[in-house]
Every structure is written in structure tokens, then in C-alpha cells.
């Protein structure tokens, strides 16, 4: 097969996708610009970041927690991270806390739920606050063990030392991002806040239906809603739940997917009439044929030698229907050396089929042209390099050949008749939602204006 594919990673895939200019960032926060806002605005219960009482959530310094707990009073509160190969004790000997207090604070540490694990597996930079024992003040410690939890340590008024975890106390935000394409997806959204977790999956769950690299235009756009738990202490996203509503618009066709889970809790996308998000590519584009050569190795009939066979082979009597392994675009329907009478339909961006030693084509196969999954593009040949009538089958993963057999594409299942009345409701649910998030950021753009705040990024 004389054909090379160029391979591209996923990273030059995105830079090709087109710039996008997001011109409106909309979010609805539950913080304290709220104050200049309506009371119209939704409020979703959220942990308070000071109250204490129950031990539960995370103090912002330890002259806080120490306040809070009534412990014994600290002096200065420095700041050091630990270093590679650095150890709890060997990062507190280092900034000068004396034998006895490491054996008393690591004491402690171990007494936590699997305080022996949090010991050893404690992140190299970690930031560690501190506060050096002495006569008459306590040591302390805060640990910014991982994104949700801290680790206080401190010294009791009878001078023990008690350990305890932290929740870091967060908020949820839902954000609805507006987005025009010029340029680069990818960079663009990145810059305008969209975590890059929800941007992936955004790519992914489109990734069916769009082929980024060629159906974008110029003007093309995009919406995609979603939930952010920012840490109320440092500000900071500490995750993304998944997508709840995504939508493109290319060149006026419009396409919208809302989540919904399926039995087992997990996150499906479905269109507003409930087809899924989903589709496979056929394993097997015709019919009735015989399975005559796999994948893999195998001495190739006519040179003789043994080759590496990239394809499947089925073997048909001329003539045979071939079908379209899934929708997509004819990219290549003619001659094509060895390959003889060659069709190549591009799925997404990723995955493309391609169809060889045809007789003929169907006559609306032409390049640039949309085909459905299914339908019938061509007929079972001996054109090229071939010893009898079959199809050469392949499918090509990000432009190399990949065994039909293995890929792992989900079928995706649509929302079933008894259900479909639910799921509509629930797309109500979020358009309303989704609705009421654009009232809010007029008056939120107001509100930033006022406040001369520039944490919204609104990018032209
Ligand atoms: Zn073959």
C-alpha cells in the first residue's frame, strides 16, 4: 500500500479548528458582587467559608483556626513548600522545629484516618504555613494537602498536639459561554475561562457530529453550559461537572446535545428529539459477505511476502452493495493506485473509512458530497492489486490505519419511547435554565462596570 498518512497529534488537530473569539462570558455567581445584583438571582446552597463550629471546613490561616479551636496562641506564621525528596519531619527540621515537636506532630498525623498514607504521599511544593513552638506560643501547621483539603496541626492549651482535615469550602457557579469562531478554538477558549477539562469534553461530545478541522466556518458559534465548585478561599476551580447543555452553529445548521443521565448515573448527550450524542462506525459495511482476510500480518497473495495487511478483506461476488460505515463526507471517490476504484469518507476529524478495489461507484458519490450511515456508495470489485472480487475496508484513526475490529466507538442508544416524555421536560428544564442565565448577565455585566472589576473576561 503505497498510500502515507501524515500523523497528526491532537494538539496540531486543535490548532486547525479556528479561532474563537468568545464576545460574551456569562456567569452566574453566588459571591459578592451579588449584592449589586436583583434579588431575582438564583442562590445555591453553599458551604460559608468561616463557620467553624462543626470543624468541618477549612480556615484561611491558622491565627483563624487557632481563634476558632482555642488553641494555644501562635507567634509568626511563615511560609515553605516541600522540596523533593523532603519528608514532613526533614522540611519542619529544616526550618528549625526541634526533634521532640516533629515526633509529637507526625504522632498526630498518623492518628488520622489513614494518616500514615496522607504522611508518605504528601505532594512535592506543597505549601507548608508554620508557626515554630516556643515558651509561650504554639506550633502550628497548615498543609494545603491536595485541591479540597488542608491539614491543620496545632498545640492544644496543655501543650498536646491535634491533627485534623479540612474541607476547603467551595461554591458552585453554572456558566454559560457564548462564543463566535475566527480562529483557534482551543487557545481562544482556554483564555476566556473555559476549564480545560469542559473544553475536551465539549470537543469530544461533538466530535461525532462535527469535523473540526473542515465544517468550521467563519462565524460559526458556539454555547455550552455548565457547572464550575470554585474554592472560596483561593478562588481557584477545583472541578468541573460534566457539560450540561452544548450547541453549534455551522453555517446556520443547528445542532444541540443536553446530558442526561442514563440508568447507571452516567452522563449521556441526546439531541432535543432525543437521538444520541453518539455514533459508531460499522464494522462490517456490507452484506452477507465472508470475513476472507483480517488484520495483521499475513503473506500478501500476489507479492508473495508477508506484509502487514491494514485492512479487513471481504470477500463478495462483484457487484455487492457496499454501504457508508457511518455519515460523513466523500473525500476521495476514484483511482487510487494498488487500491484500484477507491472511495475515502471522512467522519469526524478523527476517523475516517476507506473502500477498495471497487467496480464502480453509486451515482451520488461525489467528492464534497454528505453520505448517511448505511447508505449504499459503492460495489464490490477486483480494480488495483487483487487476486478476486472483494472489499478492502479500512479505518483510519487520526490518519492511520486502525483494526475495525478494535476500535471502541459506543453505539450510542436513544431515549427510549416510555422515557422520551421525561427527557423533554428536562430539556425545557435547562433551556429555561440557560434562559434565565442570560436575563442574569446583563444586569452581571452592569454590576462588573460598576464595580470595575475585570475577573470577566469579555473578549472581542
Ligand atoms: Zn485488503
Not at 463557620?51 to 482555642?70: C, H, M, R, W
Not at 484500484?340 to 476507506?354: D, L, Q, S
Request: charged fraction near 20%; hydrophobic fraction near 35%.
Amino acid at each position: 500500500m503505497k498510500k502515507v498518512f501524515n500523523y497528526r497529534l491532537l494538539g496540531h488537530f486543535l490548532t486547525v479548528v479556528g479561532l474563537f473569539c468568545l464576545y460574551i462570558f456569562f456567569i452566574n455567581i453566588n459571591n459578592a458582587l451579588s449584592s449589586s445584583l436583583k434579588s431575582h438571582q438564583q442562590i445555591t446552597p453553599t458551604k460559608r467559608p468561616f463557620n467553624l463550629f462543626n470543624l468541618e471546613e477549612s480556615a484561611d490561616t491558622i491565627f483563624n483556626l487557632v481563634q476558632k479551636v482555642g488553641a494555644k496562641p501562635v507567634a509568626n506564621i511563615q511560609k515553605t513548600r516541600l522540596k523533593k525528596n523532603e519528608t514532613l519531619s526533614s522540611a519542619l527540621k529544616r526550618v528549625n522545629f526541634e526533634n521532640y515537636h516533629i515526633t509529637k506532630i507526625t504522632n498526630s498525623i498518623k492518628e488520622l484516618n489513614k494518616g500514615t498514607k496522607i504522611l508518605s504521599s504528601l505532594p512535592v511544593g506543597m505549601v507548608i504555613h508554620y508557626s515554630n513552638p516556643s515558651s509561650l506560643t504554639g506550633g502550628a501547621l497548615k498543609l494545603k494537602y491536595n485541591k479540597t483539603r488542608d491539614i491543620f496541626v496545632w498545640q492544644d492549651l496543655k501543650n498536646n498536639y491535634i491533627s485534623q482535615v479540612f474541607f476547603r469550602p467551595t461554591r458552585t457557579e453554572d456558566m454559560l459561554v457564548r462564543g463566535t469562531i475566527k480562529n483557534n478554538l482551543y487557545i481562544s477558549a482556554l483564555k476566556s475561562g473555559i476549564p480545560e477539562n469542559t473544553l475536551l469534553e465539549m470537543i469530544s461530545l461533538l466530535g461525532f457530529s462535527v469535523d473540526f478541522q473542515r465544517e468550521i466556518r467563519s462565524g460559526d458559534s458556539f454555547e455550552v453550559l455548565f457547572t464550575k465548585e470554585i474554592d472560596i478561599l483561593s478562588n481557584l476551580v477545583t472541578q468541573t461537572k460534566p457539560i450540561m447543555y452544548v450547541s453549534m452553529n455551522l453555517s446556520g445548521n443547528k445542532l444541540h446535545f443536553f446530558n442526561y443521565k442514563d440508568k447507571y448515573g452516567l452522563p449521556q448527550y441526546y439531541d432535543e428529539n432525543g437521538k444520541s450524542s453518539k455514533r459508531t462506525i460499522m464494522k462490517t459495511p456490507i452484506n452477507g459477505a465472508r470475513l476472507s482476510s483480517g488484520y495483521g500480518n499475513r503473506k500478501h497473495p500476489i507479492l508473495g511476502y508477508t506484509k502487514m495487511h491494514r485492512g479487513l478483506d471481504f470477500a463478495a461476488p462483484s457487484g455487492t452493495p457496499v454501504f457508508a460505515a457511518g455519515d460523513g463526507i466523500i473525500e476521495k471517490a476514484g483511482w487510487n493506485g494498488s487500491y484500484g476504484k477507491y472511495i475515502r469518507i471522512r467522519h469526524t476529524g478523527t476517523y475516517k473509512t476507506a473502500y477498495a478495489h471497487l467496480s464502480g461507484f453509486h451515482k451520488n458519490v461525489k467528492i464534497g458530497r454528505k453520505v448517511l450511515q448505511g447508505k449504499i456508495i459503492g460495489f464490490v470489485g477486483n480494480t488495483g492489486r487483487s487476486t478476486g472480487p472483494h472489499l478492502h475496508y479500512e479505518v483510519i484513526k487520526n490518519n492511520i490505519q486502525v483494526n475495525p475490529m478494535r476500535i471502541k466507538l459506543p453505539a450510542g442508544k436513544n431515549i427510549s419511547k416510555s422515557n422520551i416524555k421525561n427527557y423533554k421536560k428536562h430539556v425545557k428544564n435547562i433551556l429555561n435554565h440557560k434562559m434565565a442565565l442570560e436575563k442574569l448577565s446583563r444586569n452581571k455585566e452592569l454590576a462588573i462596570n460598576n464595580h470595575n472589576t475585570s475577573k470577566i473576561l469579555i473578549v472581542y
